[in-house]
């Protein structure tokens, strides 16, 4: 069994697209076992709830750095035997020593075609470039931003005008669809990291 922690900062969408993927048996031998937030207004916290999945608020407002915010996470983490971290609209920067204590156990979702438009408001980044495509990139953490080996990304086509919202929501269609995707292909062991390459195993 896969022990999954994610950690959360909104709405949980892409939370709540893998909930239903384990739940529906899409993603076999897996369980979500916290859901973490740093804001306790999350909604991906009800989300846990409604699933009676343990939600925790980690208020990073009661630790003198990130470094001490991130010990604390570590601790949550190792507590629940978490064997895979999820990022799902997280939206802090996490320190390279939780990164590393999960190296090719972290998988974080973007809206972009990565390396393209990395950061935040990606959508708008793209509209404005004037780019003929955009999408969502799955891929493993490392401690450059929004970088780290790609694991899946989608293609969605930026329309003539499209706005950051209307691009973002034609996004999230796909990385509703592709989160689970990647969460399956390692819980299902199918995922081979070789430097920046990942080969997705038959």
């Known amino acids: 069994m896969t022990n999954i922690s994610v950690l959360v900062s909104g709405r949980g969408t892409n939370l709540q697209s893998i909930i239903d993927a384990i739940e529906s048996g899409g993603i076999a031998g897996a369980k979500i076992t916290a859901v973490i937030s740093d804001k306790k207004d999350a909604y ?35 507590e629940n035997k978490t064997d895979l971290v999820l ?19 972290m998988i974080n979702i973007h809206p972009s075609l990565l390396p393209s438009f990395r950061g935040l408001h990606a959508q708008q980044q793209a509209v404005e470039y004037g780019v003929k495509f955009s999408g969502c990139t799955v891929h493993f953490v490392e401690p450059a931003l929004d970088g780290g080996p790609v694991i899946l990304q989608k293609v969605v ?18 990385e509703n669809k592709a989160y689970p995707e990647a969460v399956k292909l390692f819980v299902e062991g199918k995922l081979k990291v070789d430097g920046r390459i990942v080969t997705i195993l038959e």
């Open 44 to 78: 991906a916290l009800t989300r846990a709830e409604n699933h009676k999945i343990p939600g925790i608020f980690a208020d990073p407002k009661s630790f003198s750095s990130r470094q001490a915010y991130d010990d604390h996470l570590l601790s949550i983490l190792q």
């Open 87 to 105: 990022l799902a609209g997280y939206l802090r920067i996490i320190s390279d020593s939780l990164i590393a204590a999960y190296e090719n156990r």
């Open 157 to 174: 086509p930026v329309l003539d005008g499209d706005t950051e919202e209307t691009l973002a929501a034609r996004i999230l269609v796909e």
